[in-house]
């Protein structure tokens, strides 16, 4: 009788074990898919008909700076935007630094992302340490090739930091790479390069910016600025060479600082390329424009003829 008590009891174990795996494996099945996968696994491109953009910056600020209104206007006409930071910003702080550092630069990062409607990414490579090399180029075509780009955006080489020049070099040095089969032949290629851009910057060393593509941004300049001062790590306080501040009264003060001072970056781009923005959008809504994001095609992609540009860009108006 005891033995068969004791059989009863091991038998129930084992069903709601069992039981226990099936109903864990129907949750599983039913939770929505990452949107990244590991380096190296290809990602799921929904055969939706939208863009699918890639911003690198070169840390967790960066692209969400030189791209983020623009990438706020592709993600609500429901296109796909990753905002890449290429370092992970763990020395970007004059109190905090290392993994603590990373860890709270990439919840930053994910958290200006949500407001955005875009897609955040922070790859594993120290601040200050990147370099132009063989496995680095590897990353980013992995990268370009799981997101299924069709436009890729990113620092120009010539800039004052290190880790934003070799953004660059990286972003060039992929540009012919991602369409090669044997190349990183583990994620699959893209059969037609994208189109890839710089960035805005002010350097004019040893070749200024050409502003090709400048983009009003006035309709989420809020985004854009509520989603910058979100990263109190360097906007408040003072990333790697600033100050903490001292009360809750200058931490304050500070976001309002931080916030006119993105209004004004904005505005400063309308401004300086206000022919540009008049030839794109017409006299009457180009003079209009308050605030601005710029970019210049790079030679190293596809060369966009003006209409794929207007395909790429839908928020410029169609011409006759």
């Given at each position: ?89 763990d020395i970007g702080h004059s109190r905090v630094f290392g993994p603590e550092l990373a860890a709270r630069r990439k919840a930053e990062a994910a958290a200006a992302s949500k407001i955005l409607g875009t897609t ?112 109190e790590s360097q906007f408040v306080e003072g990333g790697a060479t600033g100050s903490m501040p001292r009360t809750d009264a200058e931490r304050a003060a500070r976001r309002v600082q931080a916030a006119e001072g ?59």
């Open positions: 009788m005891r033995t068969r008590h004791w059989l009863l009891i091991v038998l129930g174990i084992v069903l709601g074990i069992g039981l226990g795996m099936i109903w864990a494996g129907e949750s599983a099945a039913q939770a929505p898919q990452p949107q990244w996968a590991p380096l190296g696994v290809p990602a799921k491109r929904p055969d939706d008909g939208k863009l699918r953009i890639v911003v690198f910056g070169a840390h967790p600020d960066d692209a969400e700076i030189r791209g983020g209104g623009t990438g706020a206007l592709w993600a609500a006409q429901g296109h796909h935007v990753a905002l890449v930071s290429v370092t992970n910003g955040s990414r922070v790859l594993d490579i120290h601040d200050g340490e990147l370099e132009p090399t063989l496995e680095n180029r590897r990353k980013i075509t992995r990268v370009i090739r799981e997101w299924g780009a069709d436009i890729v955006i990113g620092h120009r080489p010539n800039d004052y930091h290190p880790d934003h020049r070799y953004v660059g070099v990286l972003m060039q040095d992929s540009a012919y790479m991602v369409t090669v089969p044997f190349f990183c032949p583990e994620t699959p290629h893209l059969t037609r390069n994208p189109v890839f851009l710089y960035s805005q910057d002010g350097f004019e060393r040893p070749t200024p910016f050409r502003p090709d593509l400048v983009v009003a941004i006035d309709e989420v300049i809020d985004k854009k600025v509520e989603a910058l001062v979100g990263m993105f209004r004004s970056r904005s505005a400063a781009v309308a401004n300086r390329y206000r022919e540009k923005l008049i030839e794109l959008y017409g006299k009457e809504r180009g003079r209009q424009v308050r605030y601005a994001e710029a970019f210049e095609i790079c030679e190293y992609g596809q060369r966009p003829n003006r209409d794929e540009l207007r395909r790429l860009f839908p928020f410029f108006p169609k011409t006759e």
